[in-house]
């Protein structure tokens, strides 16, 4: 079903179009805004965020609030969903995306296929597809189970593979890792660490939190969306407090330097120009994006900045932030490295 045109209103979108095996599990199309968000079924809508993978999305806790009184967990870069479940049946009916009216019209539409009726009749109980439902919450509880297989998650990158003594980093990889794991010189981690060591054989590169970094709007996308702000975590249904505005789940960096473009609403095309925005909170030099020979934009949420974790560390010279990319790229899983070979 993961990879069935038919389960979309048009009958030309699944969920491989969005989560494309050969890209890492993102949307690799360039329909809009140079591939910033992604095409509904329709031809004609369009997400309002950059669709992000579903590479290792498995390991994410189901949404819940910390003792901290901080979010953490749960599926979409807002946590709307909780578990895999709940997000496997999200995009079917999201008018946005595959838009398809309703869970019982998603079970009719897999009903049609008779090798499917047969699967659900054994493996969830002769009948469940009569009940549109028990039908829908089945459906999508193949797909996340689907989900969960080691085709997501493979841990055979470089970095897995140094790991266990079958590779070796380069010195400039070296110097990378020692620069991210660091909360002297980059405080990366602080974020983007989920277990306690980095020699962890399952490590994620998240720790599933959602924080603000002062990501800037982009453009094209907010003038298609009529000036709409993204407020992030914010929108999640279940959130009032306005401390929350302007926050998204952090993303893992497994397959970071093949799933751009880079953060939630698209707006860096290239890795190197995301490590560079963060050397920006500590670096004075780094006053332009070399993406539009401008400076920076401004904050989409310029409240709820998280500068306790960004305004630390030296400013990182040249070499230094290529170091970092260089340790990010051996974070490809071995079947997509072949697409290293076209970045810089």
Known sequence: MFFDTNLSKERNQSCATCHDIANGFVDKRNDVFSGAVSLGSDGQSVGTRNTPTAAYAAFSPPFHRMKDGEYRGGQFLDGRSSDLVEQAQGSFVNPLEMALPDGAAVVDRVKENQRYVSLFNDLYGDGILEDSEKGYVAIADALATFEKTALFMPFDSKYDRVLRGEDKFTPEEELGKTLFFSQQFTNCNACHQLNPSPFYDQETFTNFEYRNIGVPANAPLTAHNNGLIDQ???????????????????????????????????????????????????????????????????????????????????????????????????????????LLESKP
């Open 232 to 338: 992030g975590l914010l929108d999640h249904p279940e959130i009032t407090d306005p401390a929350q505005a302007g926050k998204f789940k952090v993303p893992s960096l497994r397959n970071v330097a093949v799933t751009g473009p880079y953060m939630h609403n698209g707006v860096f095309q290239d890795l190197r120009t995301v490590v560079l925005f963060y050397d920006k909170y500590n670096n004075p030099t780094r006053t332009i994006n070399p993406e539009t020979g401008k400076p920076w934009g401004e904050p989409e949420v310029a409240e709820n900045i998280d500068f306790a974790d960004l305004e630390v560390g030296p400013a990182l010279p040249d070499q230094r932030v290529d170091a970092i990319v260089a340790f990010l790229k051996t974070l490809t899983d071995k079947r997509y490295e072949p």
